[in-house]
């Protein structure tokens, strides 16, 4: 999975964003931010081995083309190929609603090419999937993916952070230099400590550690 469609503006006009992730050796599209949120959440999904934005393209008629907005493989070797909308486009607004029955057909048609044709799994799949909480979580500790899982990891056994840390609150008070602070921070990001993203990071978040 290398491939990644360059994207220059979406008939939405969604703004491109570029993203770098830890599990994909090239820069990806993303098509609006909301499929950035998503992508990014992979990107801490124990269960994804590697994924890629707007993967291929599906002739749908003459002069209709269809690109799907990643295909993500599993560590269990199966793939799926996502389709991120709004919960708003997702919910009708009527029971006559024209604009939400199309897309529903669109959709429709969407799944039946590439589950038929690709023999791949298709799912839609929009912000409710997550919990506000969950993305903001994903905000902070994103950015300590910079530092290469490899490193992360040599630290991790060099330092053993593990053996003096159990509240996410006793980071700063266990390591003075901030260095070793963001490390700490990578270790959750790469999941080698466990954290509830479900919840704020308080002074008493439990951290369980998993070193892999």
């Not at 793939?79 to 897309?103: A, G, R």
């Not at 994103?142 to 490899?150: D, I, V």
């Amino acid at each position: 999975m290398t491939k990644s469609r360059a994207l220059t503006q979406s008939k939405q006009r969604n703004q491109v964003h570029l993203y770098n992730s830890w599990k994909h050796p090239r820069l990806m599209h993303c098509d609006g931010y909301l499929e950035m949120q998503m992508v990014r959440a992979l990107d801490f999904d124990d269960n994804v081995d590697t994924f890629v934005t707007q993967p291929f393209t599906i002739k749908v008629a003459e002069t209709w083309r269809y690109t799907p907005d990643v295909m993500v493989r599993y560590k269990d070797k199966t793939f799926t190929v996502f389709e991120f909308k709004p919960e708003s486009k997702l919910t009708p607004k009527s029971d006559d609603d024209k604009e939400y029955n199309k897309l529903i057909e669109k959709l429709s048609l969407y799944k039946q090419l590439i589950t038929q044709k690709r023999g791949l799994h298709y799912r839609i799949a929009s912000e409710d999937l997550y919990s506000p909480q969950i993305f903001v979580n994903h905000d902070y500790l994103w950015k300590y993916f910079r530092y290469p899982r490899s490193v992360v990891l040599c630290w991790l056994h060099e330092h053993t952070p593990n053996e003096h840390i159990r509240y996410f609150g006793e980071i700063d008070k266990v390591y003075a230099k901030p260095a070793q602070r963001t490390f700490v921070k990578a270790c959750l990001a790469y999941g080698f400590g466990k954290i509830n993203l479900e919840e704020a990071f308080e002074t008493d978040s439990e951290i369980l550690w998993s070193v892999k």
